[in-house]
C-alpha cells in the first residue's frame, strides 16, 4: 500500500519535503513504518524522539496504518 506522510520540522528537513509518499506491505505498524523510515533516513533515528499520529491521534508502535489513514511524523520540540 503506499501511504503519503506529513513532515514538520527537522523531519521535514531531513525528508526534504512536507509530504512523502512511501511504499509499506498491507497491515503494517508504526513500528514498521519507523523502522523503514530510518531505514531510509538515517538521521530521523539520531533524533532523541519523535512521534507519529494516525488520523490526529498519537500512535503506539503496535497500530497498524491503513490505506486511508493520514499520517504524520511529530518531531521534538523546544521551546522556553
Partial sequence: MEITITAF????DIFRTSAL???LEDNSSVDMLKQELERRFPE???LK??????NETYAANDVLI???????IIPPVSGG
Avoid: H, M, N, Q
Wanted: glycine share 4%.
Fill in 66 to 72: 491503513k490505506p486511508a489513514d493520514t499520517v504524520v
Fill in 49 to 54: 524522539s519523535y512521534a507519529i499520529a494516525v
Fill in 44 to 46: 530521523l533515528a539520531k
Fill in 9 to 12: 520540522g527537522i523531519a521535514k
Fill in 21 to 23: 509518499p512511501i511504499e
